[in-house]
């Protein structure tokens, strides 16, 4: 589907979901969707495949002046990744690091509670996990999501977004055990470019799809 444009986060994930229906009805896959765009998408995944829903959060730890640069990230379970040739380069002195991270982390925190409550993050390891974003650029974001999760074991690691340039879906490929882009627009402008609607998730549309899928 090359040049297709969803009508929004939602219908993507239909769209995604059909990519990824030989994991429909097992009883190991767990879908982990991206706040905040991601979880619509997600949403229609996990309802499609039959699988439990849940969030996956990363903050980016941006280097001290520099903030728009990654030096890291932080993502659920308290992971820490780093960027050791940004690291290094900028001479970021380990104590500075801790610093960052625990303001990013606070912050993470925030957000889980926000989104999950008192629940606990469900466990990875051994599981097919299904790591879900609404489309992607770089894909910074999701190669901090990817370090994050494989230090927690799973089985089998896959990536689907509905959308991204054909470069970063094949970057992306050696790092897990399935990639899925389900359009790789060319050119490749911006994620939104792939939706009719494309406004922003909050954090009550997050909880409440969390919610419902609970409850269905």
Same mark, same amino acid.
């Given at each position: 589907m090359p040049d297709r444009v969803f009508r929004d986060r939602h219908d993507a994930g239909v769209a995604l979901a059909a990519l990824l229906d030989h994991h429909r009805g097992r009883a190991d896959v767990l879908v982990l969707g991206l706040p905040r765009g991601g979880v619509p998408v997600a949403y229609e995944v996990a309802r499609a495949l039959e699988a439990p829903l849940d969030v996956f959060t990363v903050r980016k730890l941006g280097v001290p002046g520099h903030e728009e640069l990654a030096m890291g990230a932080i993502a659920t379970g *308290?992971?820490?990744?780093?960027? !050791? =040739?940004?690291?290094?380069g900028?001479?970021?002195?380990?104590e500075e690091l801790d610093r960052v991270a625990e303001r990013e982390?606070?912050?993470l925190r925030r957000? *889980?509670?926000?989104?999950?409550? !008192? =629940?606990?993050?469900?466990?990875?390891?051994?599981?097919?996990v299904l790591l879900v974003d609404d489309g992607?650029?770089?894909g910074a974001t999701m190669r901090a999501a990817i370090d994050a999760v494989r230090r927690q074991r799973p089985a089998h690691l896959v990536v689907a977004v509905p959308t991204a340039p054909a470069s970063t879906c094949r970057e992306l490929t050696d790092q897990v055990d399935e990639m899925v882009c389900?359009?790789?627009?060319?050119?490749?402008?911006a994620v939104g470019q792939s939706y009719r609607s494309f406004g922003q998730t909050g954090d009550d549309e997050v909880r409440e799809l969390l919610e419902e899928h609970l409850t269905a």
């Open positions: *308290e992971v820490v990744v780093t960027n !050791d =040739r940004v690291v290094n900028f001479g970021i002195a380990p982390g606070e912050e957000r *889980e509670r926000a989104y999950r409550g !008192d =629940r606990p993050a469900p466990p990875v390891r051994g599981r097919t992607l650029a770089t389900a359009t790789q627009p060319e050119p490749f402008m």
